[in-house]
């Protein structure tokens, strides 16, 4: 599987993106996806995951309330959509996949992909 995440970019304190994750070479609908994001000078944390089919979500509780992940499997996309943007949000943010089973949420994740930066400006 192979997956390219996009939507990244300069926003403003308090703005908002979307993130985008494109899957090829497997079938989406067998996977659950994550999202990712490593900030400059610390270790890779979760922000967020959701199941194959869509109906269960996870956060990590630096974003909840604020992100919102979801996909559409007929477009093979995952979606991160970030609202209240902070400056302590700024990092490369990395889309994942894992076979069937979301849980735990935070860790087992096969495929990556390259990353896109975010940068909040305060």
């Known amino acids: 599987v192979q997956l390219q995440a996009s939507g990244g970019g300069l926003v403003q304190a308090g703005g908002s993106l979307r993130l985008s994750c494109a899957a090829s070479?497997?079938?989406?609908?067998?996977?659950?996806m994550g999202w990712f994001r490593q900030a400059p000078g610390k270790e890779r944390e979760f922000v967020a995951a959701i199941t194959w089919r869509g109906s269960t979500t996870s956060y990590s509780d630096s974003v909840r309330g604020r992100f919102a992940i979801s996909r559409d499997n007929a477009k093979n996309t995952v979606y991160l959509q970030m609202s209240g943007l902070k400056p302590e949000d700024t990092a490369v943010y990395y889309c994942?996949?894992?076979?069937?089973?979301?849980?735990?949420?935070?860790?087992?994740?096969?495929?990556w992909g390259q990353g896109t930066q975010v940068t909040v400006s305060s």
């Open positions: 070479g497997g079938t989406f609908s067998n996977y659950a």
């Open positions: 994942a996949a894992k076979y069937r089973i979301m849980n735990p949420p935070e860790t087992g994740y096969t495929y």
